[in-house]
């Protein structure tokens, strides 16, 4: 589909929808849809610039006189022209999730995220509409308000990173909600309690890279390691890096430590530290006092490494980084 005009529902799947938007009109529900930019545009190879309602490059798509600019209202559209040819041409259309990621895929970061949204907020405040829905008021659903370091990865380690918040409650970017164009960052979340200012870092020990590699493996397996895979924060490493970054997500995840003695050991292959590790544009945290974990001094052995290990997508990131990490090594 190169054209709003040429939208339509997939053959396997119409007679249900058709089915499925007559109910919703006769009971004057809205169709909901979700929204990625930059992953959209990315899928069809099209100039990033299309994600942006202040696209600066010279890519646009007409369509029966129809000029797109930006790829919030040729999706809209699109999605306008299936229902009309599903046979109810005035049912609204809402977005039920629209964001900007800040790490895990290239033009994933702060400086794109709150670029998006200082034209993109106006734009719906503003009842601009799109080419086929001129001057209506469209209802929208900022996707989200914090990161999610267990998000389910499908489409791409992105996922995790949707927040406007890290998870610790700062907020990443400016942004306005009230689509004022005001120059300002949201609320800083209060009573955020972080844990010592210490890391988990690897001792630089490459004489059983086997090992090395199986225990980076056992880490990712349950923390969030997707900063490092390619485009990501963290992408840029070096092998020794990486390493460290990998168990101290381990470290941190599990409080630090746990009932089984501390969390970073790695068959000794780890060592905590005081002095930030972090490299960059890189980030290696200190994570807040869960409250349930509070309760019991930070003494808490985790067990979603296990949940998390029968992933076939969780699988499928753990074996990117290993390939990453092999190829570092050089």
Not at 131 to 153: F, T
């Amino acid at each position: 589909m190169m054209k709003p005009s040429e939208a339509d529902f997939r053959p396997d799947l119409k007679e249900k929808m058709v089915e499925f938007v007559k109910v919703l009109n006769a009971s004057k529900a809205p169709f909901v849809m979700d929204m990625f930019p930059i992953h959209f545009v990315a899928e069809n190879k099209w100039d990033t610039e299309f994600c942006f309602l202040d696209n600066k490059s010279n890519f646009s798509i007409e369509d029966n006189g129809h000029v797109y600019t930006n790829v919030f209202e040729f999706v809209y559209d699109s999605f306008v022209t299936a229902i009309a040819k599903a046979g109810v041409p005035n049912l609204k259309v809402m977005v039920g999730q629209i964001g900007w990621p800040t790490d895990g895929y290239p033009g994933a970061n702060v400086a794109n995220a709150e670029r998006f949204f200082r034209e993109f907020i106006p734009f719906v405040k503003g009842k601009k509409g799109t080419p086929l829905r001129p001057g209506i008021s469209i209802d929208v659903y900022i996707h989200s308000l914090v990161d999610e370091n267990l998000s389910r990865i499908s489409l791409g380690a992105f996922q995790r990173h949707w927040g406007v918040y890290t998870s610790n409650g700062e907020p990443k970017y400016k942004i306005d909600f009230s689509g004022a164009h005001r120059d300002m960052y949201p609320t800083t979340a209060k009573g955020v309690v972080f844990m010592p200012k210490r890391w988990c870092v690897f001792k630089g020990d490459k004489t059983n890279l086997t090992k090395v590699e199986n225990q980076v493996q056992r880490a990712c397996a349950e923390a969030d390691c997707t900063s490092l895979l390619p485009g990501g924060s963290c992408s840029q490493l070096t092998f020794q890096q990486n390493v460290s970054y990998a168990f101290n997500r381990y470290f941190q995840m599990n409080s630090q430590y746990s009932t089984n003695g501390s969390s970073c050991n790695f068959e000794n292959l780890a060592t905590v530290v005081t002095e930030d590790p972090s490299v960059g544009t890189c980030k290696f945290p200190v994570e807040i006092l869960a409250a349930e974990r509070a309760e019991t001094d930070g003494l808490m052995k985790s067990s979603r490494a296990e949940e998390w290990l029968k992933g076939s997508s969780r699988s499928a990131v753990v074996l990117s980084l290993l390939l990453i990490f092999s190829l570092r090594l050089i």
